[in-house]
């Protein structure tokens, strides 16, 4: 039993997708979330420099007292989940992947496109597991150019949005995808200019937040780390840059958040 808080990283926005998920599927814990804000985007930095951005986010969530870290993001996942755990070796850790494995088990036309940031796109992981769960089916992957931004400057239900939108993924709908992943947990923001891209299509958009809240379950089972019962949760919020960005990451979480 303990009753630190889960501490949830992104480089921004983005993980508050799967803050959301966490918040859903495990009422009873405290959650310590770091959005960088000052860093991001991280989507083409080198990996190196992503590795040490991580490091120094999870020795501020340690610091804080966090029990467990989630990476709630696929770019910083990529780039440093080994290093992470190699070097918190006590500490679990749980990655973000975009969810290529139900979408190549799933797909019905045997075309997936994969939405993501180009160091997700480019890394190992990416590649082992489209290599893995790819075979015999066209694995689209295009990088959501702007998207990160846009999420960031809350303009995800402008106009603009929407074209960035169909700029990336006209491809694999022409090819006849029908299943997208959403490989970033800032996508998940454009939802609405997502779905209205797709218009009446029979596609199926995928995102890995809700699988990786219940496999943080399972981890808080497996390593006896459940807050005990009557704990009332917090939710606190920290970044590397300012207040003012510490209070957008609250309202848009607790925008998001409320089922
Ligand atoms: N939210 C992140 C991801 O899941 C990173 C976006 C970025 O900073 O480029 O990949």
Redesign the pocket.
């Known amino acids: 039993m303990n009753n630190g808080p889960i501490g949830v990283y992104?480089?921004?926005i983005?993980?508050l997708s799967v803050w959301r998920e966490l918040r859903r599927a495990l009422p009873g814990e405290s959650l310590l979330y770091l959005g960088d804000g000052k860093n991001?985007?991280?989507?083409?930095r080198p990996a190196g420099e992503i590795r040490r951005l991580a490091d120094e986010s999870v020795q501020a969530m340690l610091d804080r007292g966090c029990k467990l870290i989630v990476v709630?993001?696929?770019?910083?996942t990529a780039a440093a989940i080994d290093f992470l755990r190699a070097k918190y070796s006590s500490l679990p850790v749980v990655g973000?992947e975009p969810a290529v494995k139900p979408a190549c088990l799933t797909t019905r036309s045997g075309v997936v496109g994969v939405l993501?940031?180009e160091?997700?796109l480019d890394g190992d992981l990416f590649r082992r597991t489209a290599a893995e769960y790819g075979s015999g089916i066209e694995i689209i992957a295009a990088a959501g150019r702007g998207f990160?931004e846009l999420v960031e400057n809350n303009l995800e239900n402008t106009p603009e949005a929407e074209e960035c939108v169909r700029a990336a993924m006209s491809g694999m709908i022409e090819r006849g995808a029908d299943r997208i992943v959403l490989?970033?947990?800032?996508y998940p923001f454009l939802l609405p200019a997502i779905r209205r891209v797709i218009g009446d299509r029979d596609i199926e958009v995928i995102d890995s937040s809700a699988a990786v809240a219940r496999h943080t379950g399972h981890l808080l089972d497996k390593y006896g780390l459940r807050a005990g019962e009557g704990h009332v949760p917090s939710y606190e919020f920290m970044t590397f840059a300012d207040e003012s960005y510490c209070e957008l990451l609250r309202l848009k979480a607790f925008a998001a958040g409320e089922p």
Do not use: F, Q
Not at 40 to 44: I, W
Not at 72 to 76: E, G, K, P
């Open positions: 992104d480089s921004g983005g993980g991001c985007p991280y989507g083409s709630a993001c696929n770019t910083a973000l993501a940031t160091r997700s990160v490989g970033c947990t800032h």
